[in-house]
């Protein structure tokens, strides 16, 4: 599996934005598609998940409620949509992908850099 993320920028606090994520190689029915991030000295942390295939979707609570993450099938993408952006969202963000019942992400997009100014 093969991810490319995009749509990172500078944005004031406040704004949205857009980041997408497209999948290719082999199909990922059954995948977990994850959105990460990491500040500078930070470590990595879980955004939000999905299951490609469909169902609940899981949010970190410091992003509940202002970033949503959708699928779309027929292009292969998986986008997070961030409304309301603080400073402390600033963070490259990272997609990645694990087998449903997998611990671990095995797959992962290069970063994107989110930066918010306040």
């Known amino acids: 599996v093969q991810l490319q993320a995009s749509g990172g920028g500078l944005v004031q606090a406040g704004d949205s934005l857009r980041l997408s994520c497209a999948a290719s190689?082999?199909?990922?029915?059954?995948?977990?598609m994850g959105w990460f991030r990491q500040a500078p000295g930070n470590d990595r942390e879980l955004v939000g998940s999905?299951?490609?295939?469909?169902?609940?979707?899981y949010y970190a609570d410091s992003v509940k409620g202002r970033f949503t993450i959708s699928r779309d099938h027929a292009k292969k993408r998986v986008y997070l949509q961030m409304n309301m952006l603080k400073p402390e969202d600033t963070a490259v963000y990272y997609c990645?992908?694990?087998?449903?019942?997998?611990?671990?992400?095995?797959?992962w997009g290069q970063g994107t850099q989110v930066t918010v100014s306040s």
């Open positions: 990645a992908a694990k087998r449903r019942y997998e611990k671990n992400y095995d797959y």
């Open positions: 190689g082999r199909s990922i029915d059954t995948y977990v």
């Open positions: 999905a299951l490609w295939s469909g169902g609940t979707i």
